[in-house]
């Protein structure tokens, strides 16, 4: 009778691995910020919405394009705004967090490409849970009103 029960097991197995590739939440928006060539630096944003009846807690982010990915949000230090690396963020039941500009945001740090606009890069969220989500996201140019044209002339 061990047939039935590797048959059983086989089933229970699959079960844990479907459930374990669910996506955890909804990523509406995602997108990478365009920088010049030679930055070091550049940001990911979205809106991540939890449709679900308990909090997910993101703790970690990995991308392909960057040595290091980090959680960060913009904080104010004495009125001084500072960004500083948080250790996680948390998205409600029923709710949506958004990383943005000047907010919480996803750092990019040391660069191992150039990054090119309109071209996706992979992101994979981490969370609490152990599960982990990849996306896509698109890399644009994101304007900053005090942000000049200088070093993007093009001379050929």
């Not at 500083?84 to 948390?90: A, G, N």
């Not at 000047?102 to 660069?111: K, P, Q, V």
């Not at 606009?117 to 994979?124: H, R, T």
Request: aromatic share 2%.
């Amino acid at each position: 009778m061990k047939l039935p029960r590797s048959l059983l097991l086989a089933a229970g197995l699959s079960l844990v691995s479907l459930s374990a590739l669910a996506d955890p939440l909804v990523v509406e928006g995602a997108q990478v910020r365009a920088v010049p060539p030679g930055s070091q630096a550049s940001a990911a944003f979205m809106t991540l919405r939890n449709p679900g009846e308990r909090d997910v807690v993101l703790v970690a982010a990995e991308s392909p394009v960057a040595e290091v990915s980090e959680l960060h949000n913009h904080e104010n230090v004495d009125g001084v705004m500072q960004m500083r690396q948080v250790p996680q963020v948390i998205v409600p039941a029923g709710g949506s967090t958004e990383l943005a500009p000047g907010g919480l945001h996803m750092m990019l740090i040391g660069l191992t490409a150039p990054l090119v606009e309109g071209e996706p890069v992979e992101i994979e969220l981490q969370f609490e849970s152990g599960e982990s989500q990849r996306l896509e996201a698109p890399v644009k140019r994101i304007v900053v009103e005090d942000e000049g044209n200088q070093g993007h002339g093009h001379d050929h």
